[in-house]
């Protein structure tokens, strides 16, 4: 029972880094109807600017503390990351605006190679860390009820942690909130939107800025854990099942999809595994993902599919 819980947490903490990353992808359909291929490059952009930023920042300014460091790394990253977003709406979203879903895609593809190829330019294409301070070692829960305990990684408790806080904050702000509202009307129809009031181009800035900070909070956890490096932005495609499984549309969605995910890729991995010669772990996602988009395509909560004839 003991090692069935350290499996089950170890899913639990990864699914919730999984639903970080998909909320990326769920803000930016919510707002404009397109699914973002640039999210990956998003985190990628970030991850690097937060590692060299934090690197450059005591060279430049002549100290040495390191949480300092980070603090101002982050709060410049963050302030990039809006300026990407006010870019992209200025230079792309507002003359697209009624476009064809396909020419948006096509613009998010564009807006990928870019991001990759501008980050690499500004900030170097090695491989970097991230030290922001994540505690390294492991740790050891209900030692009084199972023998030996259950093993936990600290780090990914943390990780775990501010994912689930900053998720639950974006889910209430969506939703509690005029621009909340403003959002989901965009979605529905950029043009009735905007007769009624609503300023798309503010609404698309808003929601790709936090696209941007979530990827930049995803960014810094998986750089902090695995280095950042140009195979960062394939993290995107681990959170392309957990976004069809809880629906392109949801935000809540994003969380359970991100958890059943993760849960299920651990389990079947140690239980299953061994029956099949093991790397299951690598394709779950995407088999679970089919299978939903066979029987149930709109995801858990997403809204229903109608035809109209």
Known sequence: MGFFLET????????????????????????????NFAQGAMVLFAALAMARLAEWLPQWLGF???????LLAFALAA????????????????????????????????ITYFLDGLGQTLF???????????????????????????????EDLVAALIAAALV????????????????RAVADDHQAAQSIGIPLSR?????????GVVALVAGMIWGSKLGVQFSLATVALRALPVVILG???????????????????????????PFVGGGI?????????????????????????????
Not at 13 to 33: D, E, H, P, R
Not at 79 to 108: D, F, K, P, Y
Not at 125 to 154: C, R, T, W
Not at 203 to 211: F, K
């Open 203 to 211: 609404i698309w800035v808003i929601v790709w800025t936090v696209a």
């Open 64 to 70: 040495e503390n390191r949480v300092l460091a980070n």
């Open 79 to 110: 302030l990039i990351m809006w300026s990407v977003a006010w870019l992209i709406e200025r230079l792309v979203l507002r003359h697209l605006v009624n476009q064809e879903g396909a020419t948006l895609l096509m613009a998010t593809l564009g």
């Open 247 to 273: 629906g392109l549309t949801s935000v809540p969605g994003a969380i359970v999809g991100g958890l059943i995910i993760g849960v299920g890729e651990k389990l079947s991995e140690v239980y299953l595994g």
């Open 168 to 183: 639950t904050g974006l889910t209430l702000f969506f939703q509690k909130t005029k621009t909340g509202r403003a959002l």
């Open 8 to 35: 089950l947490f170890g899913g639990l903490m990864t699914g919730m880094l999984y639903s970080l990353v998909a909320l990326g992808f769920v803000l930016i359909f919510k707002a404009s109807g397109v699914f």
């Open 281 to 309: 772990e690598i394709w779950f996602a995407y088999v679970l993902a089919l299978v939903f988009l066979l029987f149930r395509p709109q995801g858990l909560f997403g809204e229903k599919i109608i035809d109209r004839v």
């Open 124 to 154: 170097g294409s090695a491989s970097y860390q991230i030290n922001i301070g994540m505690p390294k070692d492991p740790m050891f829960l209900f030692e009084n009820v199972f023998q030996g305990g259950v093993l936990v990684n600290k």
